[in-house]
């Protein structure tokens, strides 16, 4: 299965008494162990590759067996986030070509072909945290969220002509009041 950037790449072969288990990969990296585990932990991109594994027990070394790695970088969450109330919320994620996207929170649970959905007439409950996971195929990406927040506004319309048109709205726990708009 894939590796994700950050995490744990592990890679395991059958375990042979007395053995010394030498692995060759990527941008250098050599080690020399007596178990039938290697575990590289925070994968970066640097560590995809061919990796190689010899197995010696005494004086004799078996033949090499190699294996291709690749560190699959997670998708990025972004939004329009902060919006006001009526406007419309927009999520998105990096492209991944043939991904399923299955978005879920705050009322929404969609699955859809494209990176991007929008929450049009966004409201203050559609304030919060919203999910995503990708999977392409066979293969499901780790969920990754984000935070978003709908500020409300409030008004004095319906107004009278020669009236003065007041807004008021909570921007990041600060009030903001807008008048006499023309």
């Known amino acids: 299965s894939p590796v994700f950037?950050?995490?744990?790449?592990?890679?395991t072969t059958t375990k042979v008494e007395d053995a010394q288990y030498h692995w060759e990969g990527p941008d250098g990296f050599n080690e020399t162990t007596d178990k039938p585990i290697l575990k590289r932990m925070d994968a970066t991109a640097a560590m995809s590759g061919s990796y190689t594994l010899t197995v010696s027990v005494d004086d004799i070394t078996s033949s090499p067996t190699s294996i291709k790695v690749a560190i699959i970088p997670q998708?990025?969450?972004?939004?329009?986030?902060?919006v006001l109330q009526g406007?419309?919320?927009?999520?998105?994620?990096?492209?991944i070509e043939?991904?399923?996207?299955?978005?879920?929170?705050?009322?929404?649970?969609?699955?859809t072909d494209?990176?991007?959905?929008?929450?049009?007439?966004?409201?203050?409950?559609?304030?919060?945290?919203?999910?995503?996971?990708?999977?392409?195929g066979n293969v499901q990406y780790p969920p990754v969220s984000i935070n978003v927040t709908v500020n409300s506004v409030t008004s004095n319309s319906p107004i009278l002509p020669g009236q003065i048109l007041e807004l008021s709205t909570d921007i990041r726990g600060e009030q903001h009041q807008y008048r006499d708009w023309e």
Request: hydrophobic letters at 35%.
């Open 98 to 111: 043939g991904a399923k996207y299955h978005w879920s929170g705050r009322g929404l649970s969609t699955t």
């Open 87 to 95: 406007q419309t919320l927009i999520l998105s994620t990096t492209h």
């Open 5 to 11: 950037l950050d995490q744990t790449l592990t890679l």
């Open 75 to 82: 998708p990025i969450l972004t939004s329009n986030s902060p």
């Open 114 to 136: 494209v990176p991007t959905v929008e929450r049009s007439n966004a409201s203050a409950s559609m304030s919060g945290k919203y999910s995503l996971i990708v999977s392409v």
